[in-house]
């Protein structure tokens, strides 16, 4: 058990590393084609939903297999009690019932009953076809009410009976219901990808929306917090939170924070206060209702999230990605505990991103990176406040495309992660990065915000710290895949737009960038049919790409036509470049492509690799040697 004070001391917590073995470093070159074993690619501790009960803070993992429920005694300060989950990616939503802690998971979404006074883990209901439980809450009766993804479902389940019902969708055409808050009649939903707060009669289903007509541009009604008829609702990606009279919805207030998004919320009756944590900026703040005022309390570190704030007496306790935070009312001083010295060890977790700068292999997943230090045979974490989708060697560095905010970090091998620049534009999800030596430029490609249209490229200069974002340059399209020679940027789309909108376009498109002059120069559509070209080389006087449908095609950068194809296994595939030959892979195999003839052959089988998101993991070491890839869920070596 681990215990600081002051702020900056919360960010070491949150920050805190563990060197574990990564496997010895190889002394003589192996036979082309041998896979060796380097241990856990990523392990992490990071926890996504969490409700208090009776002294003891229950938090729910996520991206480890399998989900893991922790019982925190805030007290002792220790992790006493563990359940594990027999089905689940993770779990965001967590509710109780009296001594039971409810839990919803995602991959699948199912819902499980917890006895924290014993050892009963139970499934009691499920959610298919829908694949998340996104909110979950307890009405004043002990009926558990839940939000759904993809369907964008409400749903309820009587513990006393063991009844559920299904409420419908809350807004037809909308995906999620992120959050959920009830009382004695109504259930308040909070919907996305566009904002929407339905409240839905408990017992007749009717439903009606709640959000005055001024905010409906708002993404999401993402978090929501209900007390004594208070409801405050959060709305981003703005930061702005209504408290509204539940007894008369019309009468409401506006709370605009600084910051772009509310995490988490806590109504305090007793002080008429009302507490919440915001990004980017990871600040713990308190709305003084009496006074009308807004006023900072902590910072724990910089991006920190607050997935939930409770109020205990004098004191605030907030979870913060793998720390417990206690935040004195009389003192103002900070103190946090990190849930992986309390007793949560660390899991092997669906990986993000790799990189390789030679010594060192980097692998990023929730809320840091991984470092392989290939001599010492050690893996240390590194903290960052986000998700690197993309990571970049430049210059000694590592340089990281990080979701959510569309941020660039940039971190030397024996440092911490250093944030330098936001993308903005509305742009959220980093999907490919690459840098062009002789631009001196970082080229980034995004996905839109939730609910949004037009990815971007943008151009990061380091030596100026000069940012260049260009917006919807293919219309109506995010930039799945980035590639550079002789000046231009190749770029690969993908007809996808923000997480909860319906494609505009048809077909996935192929752009020239020209770096000089900033603009586009032409755009095909290589493949027809195909709606992302999922990543891209640039070799030679070719343009090499590579769509989900598993279709190689190879374009003439002078004459910009396609010029030959190949056929490989479909999926979300990654090519890497090893002097004359292109590597890739889509997880299960890794196979050789000659761009010449566009020839492929098989080279490693049976990897079946586990990561999260975009493309399969593939990075070349720098002097040709090896691959670094994933099986299962552990960091491999591939001789060359």
């Given amino acids: 058990m681990l215990r600081r004070t002051a702020l900056t001391a919360a960010l070491l917590l949150a920050a805190a590393t563990l060197a574990v073995p990564a496997g010895p470093a190889h002394a003589e070159a192996p ?12 392990e992490v501790t990071s926890v996504n939903g969490s409700e ?37 990616g993770g779990a965001w939503a967590t509710t109780s019932v009296g001594t039971d802690l409810y839990v919803g998971t995602y991959e699948p979404g199912d819902l499980y009953r917890v006895d924290t006074t014993g050892t009963g883990v139970t499934k009691v209901a499920d959610v298919s076809p829908d694949r998340y439980i996104w909110a979950l809450d307890t009405a004043p009766d002990g009926v558990v009410y839940g939000g759904t993804y993809p369907g964008g479902r409400v749903f309820s389940y009587d513990p006393a009976t063991g009844a559920t019902r299904d409420y419908g969708v809350a807004v037809p055409g909308e995906q999620y219901v992120r959050s959920i808050a009830v009382d004695a009649t109504t259930i ?64 409401y207030e506006v709370v605009q924070t600084p910051d772009s998004f509310i995490t988490a919320i806590a109504v305090d009756p007793s002080r008429n206060d009302v507490y919440l944590g915001t990004r980017p900026s990871g600040t713990l703040r308190r709305y003084d209702r009496d006074t009308g005022q807004l006023s900072t309390l902590a910072v724990p570190y910089d991006g920190a999230s607050f997935g939930r704030i409770f109020v205990t007496g004098d004191q605030l306790r907030g979870v913060v990605t793998n720390t417990v935070v206690t935040y004195d009312l009389n003192t103002g001083e900070l103190t946090g505990v990190d849930l992986t010295q309390a007793g949560m060890p660390p899991a092997p977790e669906l990986a993000m991103a790799i990189a390789t700068d030679g010594p060192r292999v980097y692998v990023s997943g929730k809320a840091g990176v991984q470092v392989h230090d290939l001599a010492a045979g050690t893996s240390t974490r590194r903290f960052l406040p986000g998700e690197a989708k993309a990571m970049t060697p430049v210059a000694g560095e590592i340089w990281m495309s990080v979701y959510t905010l569309a941020y660039l970090f940039r971190m030397a091998p024996d440092g911490d992660p250093r944030r330098v620049a936001a993308i903005g534009a509305e742009q959220t999800r980093p999907l490919d990065a690459t840098w062009s030596p002789a631009d001196g430029l970082l080229v980034v490609g995004t996905e839109p915000d939730y609910g949004r249209y037009g990815g971007a490229v943008s151009l990061y200069d380091p030596r100026t710290g000069a940012l260049d974002v260009h917006r919807d340059v293919v219309a109506d399209q995010s930039i799945r895949s980035v590639a550079v020679k002789h000046g231009t940027a190749f770029l690969g789309s993908s007809v996808n737009g923000g997480f909860g909108t319906t494609p505009r376009a ?16 032409w755009e095909i559509t290589p493949v027809p049919g195909a709606k992302q070209i999922v990543d891209l080389v640039a070799t030679g006087d070719r343009v090499i790409g590579l769509t989900e449908t598993g279709v190689l095609f190879a374009v003439d950068r002078r004459t910009r036509q396609v010029v030959s194809t190949a056929a490989v296994a479909p999926g979300q595939s990654t090519l890497v470049q090893v002097g004359a030959t292109i590597y890739g892979t889509n997880g299960r195999d890794v ?40 099986r299962g869920r552990n960091l491999v070596r591939i001789q060359l």
């Fill in 188 to 251: 308040y939903a909070g919907v996305g990808a566009h904002a929407h707060l339905i409240a839905i009669d408990r017992a007749t289903g009717a439903k009606r929306e709640l959000l005055p007509p001024e905010f409906a541009d708002r993404t999401f009604v993402g978090t929501l917090a209900l007390e004594n008829g208070l409801l405050a609702a959060a709305l981003s990606p703005t930061g702005t939170m209504l408290l509204i009279d539940t007894a008369n919805p019309s009468r």
């Fill in 31 to 42: 036979p082309p084609g041998t896979v060796t074993d380097l241990g856990p690619a990523s």
């Fill in 506 to 521: 048809t077909e996935a498109r192929l752009a020239g960038f020209d770096l000089a002059s900033r603009t586009k120069t």
């Fill in 591 to 630: 196979w050789q492509l000659d761009p010449a003839t566009m020839t492929v052959t098989p080279f490693v089988t049976g990897l079946n690799a586990q990561w999260y998101g975009g493309g399969a993991l593939l990075t070349a070491a720098p002097d040709g040697s090896a691959l670094y890839a994933l």
């Fill in 52 to 88: 208090l009960i009776d002294g003891t803070i229950y938090t729910a993992t996520g991206g480890v297999n399998p989900v893991v429920v922790g019982g925190y005694d805030l007290a002792a300060q220790t992790v006493d009690q563990r359940y594990e989950l027999p089905t689940g």
